[in-house]
């Protein structure tokens, strides 16, 4: 087994930290390879007979300090040498990226990078909040912060006391993983979130994707999935009937109510980026009893800015803050106190509208272009995720190869008869010729 050589018996510290002091020696001294495959949570735990949120802790500090990466689907990597398929974004080796499909970027000019600068500046001038520890469930006056802002954004029912701060939705879900408990199947209404059905395979919780509609996903078929979990993307759906949505509601708190156990998990994945369909409450705002809600900045503010938030119901909350130590902050204290006074100023709000217009705008030039270069595929805006799906009749491979030779980069799917054009990075005077370029692919 790759972690033989580990010996925890002895030395001082948290034994997250010796596990991961042991592994980041052997990484340098080459005992573990650059590119070898950890294992995963599960096995690492049971072969050195640790907690699973033990060896979790040590391989999020891993991923933190950058020596090792979490691949979706994959597991954990030493970093180093290129491991992905040739469909994969990041394969693009040695070419200069000229178009970026891929969503992992935004434009330039949608990013508020002078305020946001100005107020990382303030928060360093204050030496006292530098030489200490952050909280490990999140800073308080950022949590405050959310409280008061999720409510007046999206209807969220949260205190402080229940918000639980992150670097990024992973970590999140790592944690809401842990407190769930044991023998849970979870039915995602969107299946295109890897990351997500990763993790929960990790800490053996079985994923089951259900049909959806135009209302997300089917009532019957989560009734008969034998789920005790749903994990819902409500904001991501790219049209939706507000009548329809609001009586399939019912139906699954009415679900949710039938049995001890069942959770409903709403990931409002840029909820407040919707700017021509009709705004959708939050779930949570309807049903906080048992909604877990979760929400992100990435796209929002800065994609390098990796803070996204929890609000637990009062049930799991209680599970949380009896674990809380065991669980180190994975999001810097400064970026969290500088999204605190970024939003108390009310920076965060006028740039949203700011964002609002801008990506209307450029998703209107978006479909027009692409309806003008592929007359004959057909399309779906995603507004929250600010993409469009792209009808290939069963080609997406093939095109991702020919695109990755051009230079162009595509966020990868398990789909071969649609592709996912994402055009928050592309600046709106480059949408034609980028679209042009990818056409010459097809």
């Known amino acids: 087994m790759l972690l033989d050589f580990i010996n925890l018996k002895n ?3 948290a034994v997250y930290l010796r596990l991961y ?20 949570i599960r096995e690492a735990a049971a072969q050195l007979n640790l907690s699973r949120t033990t060896v979790e802790n040590a391989y999020l500090k891993l991923c933190i300090e950058g020596t090792a990466e979490s691949l979706p689907q994959r597991g ?54 530098l030489t200490s520890y952050g909280e490990a469930q999140g800073e308080t006056a950022l949590r405050a912060a959310l409280a008061d802002y999720t409510y007046k ?57 259900l049909k959806s509609d135009k209302n997300g996903a089917v009532l019957e078929e989560l009734e008969k999935s034998g ?13 939706i009937s507000v009548t329809g949505l609001a009586a399939r509601r019912n139906g699954f708190i009415n679900w949710a109510e039938a049995g001890s156990k069942r959770l409903i998990i709403e990931d409002d994945y840029n909820g407040e980026l919707r700017y021509t369909a009709r705004s959708i409450t939050a779930f949570q705002a309807v049903y906080p009893e048992k909604t877990v809600y979760i929400g992100s900045f990435s796209k929002l503010l800065l994609p390098s800015v990796r803070i996204a938030y929890m609000v637990l119901p009062p ?11 065991i669980y180190n902050q994975t999001c810097g204290k400064v970026e969290q106190l500088a999204l605190k006074e970024y939003i108390e100023t009310g920076a965060l709000e006028k740039h949203l509208r700011r964002l609002r217009k801008l990506y209307s705008e450029k998703s209107r030039v978006f479909c027009r272009v692409l309806s ?11 507004e929250s995720a600010l993409t469009a799906a792209v009808k290939v009749c069963g080609r997406a491979d093939e095109i991702y190869r020919a695109a990755r030779n051009a230079g162009i980069a595509l966020a990868k799917t398990d789909k071969n008869d649609e592709i996912r054009l994402c055009f928050a ?18």
């Open 11 to 13: 030395g001082e510290g």
């Open 21 to 40: 002091g042991q592994i980041t020696a052997a990484v340098k001294s080459g005992i573990i390879k650059q590119g070898e495959k950890l294992p995963s």
């Open 76 to 129: 954990y990597f030493i970093r180093g040498i290129k491991r992905f398929s040739v469909s994969d974004t990041s394969d693009i080796k040695e070419k200069t990226v000229k178009y970026d499909f891929s969503g992992r970027n935004i434009d330039v000019g949608a990013a508020d990078t002078e305020i946001w600068k100005k107020t990382v500046r303030e928060i360093l001038r204050n030496t006292k909040e």
């Open 153 to 209: 954004a999206r209807g969220v029912l949260a205190k402080a006391e229940n918000i639980v701060i992150g670097a990024g939705v992973g970590p999140l879900l790592n944690i809401l993983c842990g407190i769930m408990g044991r023998g849970r199947a979870v039915a995602m209404e969107n299946g295109d979130f890897k990351q997500a059905s990763s993790i929960f395979s990790d800490y053996g919780i079985k994923t089951l994707a």
């Open 227 to 239: 789920a005790d979990v749903l994990f819902l993307q409500p904001s991501a759906l790219s049209k």
């Open 315 to 325: 049930f799991l909350c209680e599970r949380f803050v009896k674990r809380r130590d």
């Open 372 to 382: 003008e270069l592929l007359p004959e595929n057909r399309y779906v805006l995603y």
């Open 425 to 442: 990075g592309i600046a709106e005077k480059d949408i034609y010729p980028a679209l042009k370029a990818l056409t010459e692919c097809l």
